[in-house]
T-cell receptor, first 114, second 112 residues
Framework: DGGITQSPKYLFRKEGQNVTLSCEQN?????MYWYRQDPGQGLRLIYY???????QKGDIAEGYSVSREKKESFPLTVTSAQKNPTAFYLC?????????????FGPGTRLLVL | GENVEQHPSTLSVQEGDSAVIKCTYSDSASNYFPWYKQELGKGPQLIID?????GEKKDQRIAVTLNKTAKHFSLHITETQPEDSAVYFCAASYVGNEKLTFGTGTRLTIIP
């Protein structure tokens, strides 16, 4: 089955805790993205990576960090510096060959603060 | 940077009728416009996209129209069915740019 998987589906964070959201894809896509979705709002870009070992900040990178050590994996860490982390987090990927602009999304991770 | 506005934010349509969602964009360099459908608790799924070299694209009951001069594009769903109920997002980008700018979404409800 080809696609993008995200885990866990739900994640709870305590005050001062860092948490890591997983994103894996087996589509052989070069580019991967993390978005944050809040109720009634569109998707806002946190970080993106066009190639292994390289990534760029999106529009709301503060309080988040990423790594891209493998082509298929792009984990997102929500640090304690992110004061309002409760949201739905979406990972996406796209191919850098062919129709590069088309992004495909995973099922999302809902992060809640205890 | 690009700014995408989407209207309406909510839309209720009788089953079998048509639904239209509109988006405007600000960057005249944008030339790729996808539409995504998001069901409750799931990730968005691409349903149709259009590039600026065409004015209209159709896929069964779904169509997208683009007016480059006015910088707006629209999603048309005909013969709506209950399974069309979802949140729909438009987005804009330009070829070679891997960043999409999204609208704020339209919650479409189909009334049986």
């Amino acid at each position: 089955d080809g696609g993008i998987t995200q885990s866990p589906k739900y994640l709870f964070r305590k005050e001062g805790q860092n948490v890591t959201l997983s994103c894996e894809q087996n589509l052989n896509h070069d580019a991967m993205y993390w978005y944050r979705q809040d109720p009634g709002q569109g998707l806002r870009l946190i970080y993106y990576s066009q190639i292994v070992n390289d990534f760029q900040k999106g529009d709301i990178a503060e309080g988040y960090s990423v790594s891209r050590e493998k082509k298929e994996s792009f984990p997102l860490t929500v640090t304690s510096a992110q004061k309002n982390p409760t949201a739905f987090y979406l990972c996406a990927s796209s191919s850098r060959t062919g129709i590069r602009e088309t992004q495909y999304f995973g099922p999302g991770t809902r992060l809640l603060v205890l | 940077g690009e700014n995408v506005e989407q209207h309406p934010s909510t839309l209720s349509v009788q089953e079998g009728d048509s639904a239209v969602i509109k988006c405007t964009y600000s960057d005249s360099a944008s030339n790729y416009f996808p539409w995504y459908k998001q069901e409750l608790g799931k990730g968005p799924q691409l349903i149709i996209d259009i590039r600026s070299n065409v004015g209209e694209k159709k896929d069964q009951r779904i169509a997208v129209t683009l007016n480059k001069t006015a910088k707006h594009f629209s999603l048309h769903i005909t013969e709506t069915q209950p399974e069309d109920s979802a949140v729909y997002f438009c987005a804009a980008s330009y070829v070679g740019n891997e960043k999409l700018t999204f609208g704020t979404g339209t919650r479409l409800t189909i009334i049986p």
